[in-house]
């Protein structure tokens, strides 16, 4: 009977655990691939498909540095959203790394945008310049295909 006390506190703490986990947290994922094509092929392709055919408002740039902030909307909800571009690798092993996120979205939202930019650059420039041969690399006739990470983080608000 003594301990009484300490287990209504115990179950009252852990009740409370439960309902805070059990709650919706404002999920933030970022989504990156990366690219064969050149820094100024990625960045012209992706403002025309922020801007032109997903009629986005763009809300800051900067070309030299690599970013560039928009407004995703959905029908009457509108959140921001970024896009780092950056260089990776030299020479001919040299390509082009886009990090995107769109705050508050599900994953799938940054997966389609970065699908969608996959398409534009392909119907836009062609195929890839093909990559430096190595003793890793594939063989020359298959197609290098972007490649895709991604990073979620959950954070309650």
């Keep these: 009977m003594r301990h009484l006390p300490y287990r209504r506190a115990l179950g009252l703490a852990l009740a409370l655990a439960m ?25 012209g392709a992706m403002i025309r498909l922020l801007r032109v ?4 408002r763009i809300l800051d740039r900067d070309p030299e540095v690599g970013y560039l902030l928009f407004e995703y909307v959905e029908g009457s909800r ?9 260089r990776t690798g030299a020479g001919a092993d040299s390509r082009v790394r886009v990090v995107l996120q769109v705050q508050a ?14 398409r534009k650059l392909s119907d836009d420039f062609g195929a890839p310049p093909p990559r430096a041969l190595s003793s890793a690399s594939p063989p020359a006739d298959s ?3 972007p490649e895709e990470a991604e990073e979620e983080t959950r954070s309650a608000d």
């Design 19 to 43: 309902i805070g986990l059990a709650l919706p947290s404002a999920a933030s994922a970022r989504r990156q691939i990366d690219y064969p094509y050149g820094y100024a092929q990625v960045w």
């Design 53 to 56: 055919d997903y009629g986005f």
């Design 78 to 86: 509108a959140v921001n959203g970024s896009v780092e571009i950056v």
């Design 105 to 118: 979205m599900p994953s799938y939202i940054e997966r389609m945008i970065l699908e969608r930019l996959s």
């Design 143 to 145: 197609e290098p295909e």
